[in-house]
């Protein structure tokens, strides 16, 4: 079977050629590459492909703003998902799209698309925001930081800023319930130190079944017992015998019904025959439900001289 040699002007074969007719017509193959490829053929076979210097360079390197786009919608679609604001800019600080999270909290609307930052958000003029995200375009490292929110004088927010190639990410989350714990946690780290430290205070927690969980050193000294000897037992059991039945009365109220308590008891410590104290109870509730209660007791003055 005898191939037809090849011609541009002809449409069945435009974009094929023989080998042998590329090399009796060349230049008018180069010529015919130039708005599309030609095929070369052997034997019946094509072999190779013949194509202008800007068809290569199309193949060989897509255009850049069609991959930029396709990136932006997988980001885009990618951000919907996520518990925290996310901002898709470019190298210019324009917002290209804001997820449902931005939307919500910080009011950015498709109208604001196409405005740099500073424009949809004036907060962030001048403020730390801005030095952290213009650093990221500079320099293209990603950084993360713990602030507060620019948006509300009375919230935290953490910043994570990314930059993509010619692209630039912000992601905010509200983080003000966090720092606040670990504020409080200062405080009551700072609370049982200053409770330890006062010879007529003591201080103890007990789980859900009323035992022992934690002792401070005034407590501890006041027993007359280390507090690895004291942790587990039930704290009613060191109650005089005849006042046990309404401590426990008081403790079933404060751990069943979360009402806190005062009771005046004697204590039966290990190196004296009773101890009086006055007590002041208060439940300890977590996010399943009761795990205890905080007691904190005090003792006369006259006491502590006579131990």
């Not at 050629?17 to 009796?24: I, M, Q, W």
């Not at 950015?108 to 958000?121: F, N, P, R």
């Not at 205070?201 to 006041?222: E, M, N, P, Q």
């Not at 979360?258 to 977590?286: A, D, F, M, T, W």
């Amino acid at each position: 079977m005898m191939e037809r040699n090849g011609d541009p002007s002809d449409d069945g074969n435009a974009n094929r050629v023989t080998s042998a007719e590329l090399v009796r017509s060349f230049a008018k193959w180069r010529e015919a590459a130039h708005s599309a490829p030609v095929q070369i053929t052997t034997h019946g076979r094509v072999s190779h492909i013949l194509s202008g210097i800007k068809l290569h360079e199309q193949m060989a390197r897509p255009d850049t703003n069609e991959n930029a786009s396709t990136a932006d919608e997988y980001l885009s679609n990618f951000s919907e998902w996520l518990d925290e604001c996310m901002l898709l800019c470019d190298t210019d600080e324009k917002i290209l799209y804001a997820n449902a999270r931005v939307r919500q909290s910080l009011g950015i609307t498709t109208k604001h698309v196409g405005m740099t930052l500073g424009q949809a958000m004036p907060e962030v003029e001048d403020s730390v925001v801005q030095l952290q995200y213009r650093r990221t375009l500079r320099s293209g490292e990603a950084l993360v930081a713990d602030l507060p929110s620019v948006f509300d004088p009375e919230r935290w927010m953490s910043l994570r800023t990314i930059r993509l190639g010619n692209r630039l990410i912000l992601m905010m989350r509200d983080i003000t319930d966090e720092v606040h714990q670990f504020r409080m946690a200062d405080a009551k780290a700072a609370l049982y130190a200053a409770i330890s430290n006062h010879p007529l205070v003591g201080y103890v927690r007990v789980d859900a079944r009323g035992l022992i969980a934690k002792t401070d050193a005034s407590f501890d000294g006041w027993i007359g017992l280390s507090s690895e000897k004291i942790e587990g037992i039930r704290l009613s059991d060191l109650v005089s015998r005849d006042m046990r039945p309404a401590f426990r009365n008081v403790l079933d109220a404060v751990l069943q019904q979360n009402e806190r308590q005062y009771v005046e008891v004697e204590l039966i410590p290990n190196h004296e025959e009773k101890l009086q104290v006055k007590c002041s109870v208060q439940p300890l509730r977590g996010a399943y439900g009761s795990e205890g209660a905080a007691v904190v007791m005090t003792r006369a003055p006259a006491s502590v001289s006579q131990s």
